[in-house]
C-alpha cells in the first residue's frame, strides 16, 4: 500500500494460494490422483501459523479422511496428513535455502489470479485482502 498509494480496499495479496496448491499436489502425488479433483485448502497466515483445513478436505467429493479406507487404487496410499501438511508449511523454507527466493511462484499465483478474474473464468483461490 505504502508504494502503490492504494487504500487498503484495493489490496489483495496472495494469501495461501502457493501452499494450497502444493497441499493439493502432494496429495494428488501420493493418491495418484490428479490435484484437479482435490479440494483441500492452507488458511492463515503463509508459513509457521499456517493450517492445513482437514475437516473440509475432498478428494473426488468424498472426504479425505474417509478416501484411504475406501480407496479404489492398488497402491492403498495410507495418506499421513501431518507429514504431508509439514513438508507444505516447510517447502519455502528448503526452496529458499536452495535457490535464494520463491518469488517466481507469487508471480505465477498472480498471474493465475488475473487471468481468471478477467476472464471470468470463476475459479477459487484462497487470496487475503488487508
Known amino acids: 500500500m505504502e508504494t502503490t498509494g492504494f487504500e487498503s480496499n484495493r489490496v489483495i495479496g496472495t494469501g495461501t494460494i502457493l501452499d494450497t496448491a502444493r497441499l493439493r ?11 484437479m ?3 483441500a485448502y492452507i488458511i492463515g497466515e503463509h508459513g509457521d501459523s499456517e493450517l492445513a483445513v482437514w475437516s473440509s478436505a475432498m ?10 479406507e475406501d480407496c479404489p487404487f492398488e497402491q492403498k496410499c ?11 508449511k ?11 527466493s520463491d518469488q517466481l511462484w ?25
Open 59 to 68: 478428494i473426488g467429493g468424498v472426504p479425505i479422511t474417509n478416501f484411504c
Open 37 to 39: 479433483s482435490i479440494h
Open 25 to 35: 499436489a502432494l496429495i494428488g502425488y501420493n493418491c495418484g490422483i490428479s490435484p
Open 78 to 88: 495410507n495418506l499421513q496428513l501431518e507429514e504431508i501438511f509439514e513438508e507444505v
Open 90 to 100: 516447510n517447502s519455502a523454507y528448503k526452496i529458499i535455502e536452495k535457490k535464494g
Open 106 to 130: 507469487y508471480s505465477f499465483c498472480y498471474r493465475c489470479t488475473c487471468r481468471s478474474y478477467n476472464k471470468k473464468m470463476k475459479e477459487e483461490y484462497s487470496l487475503h485482502q488487508y
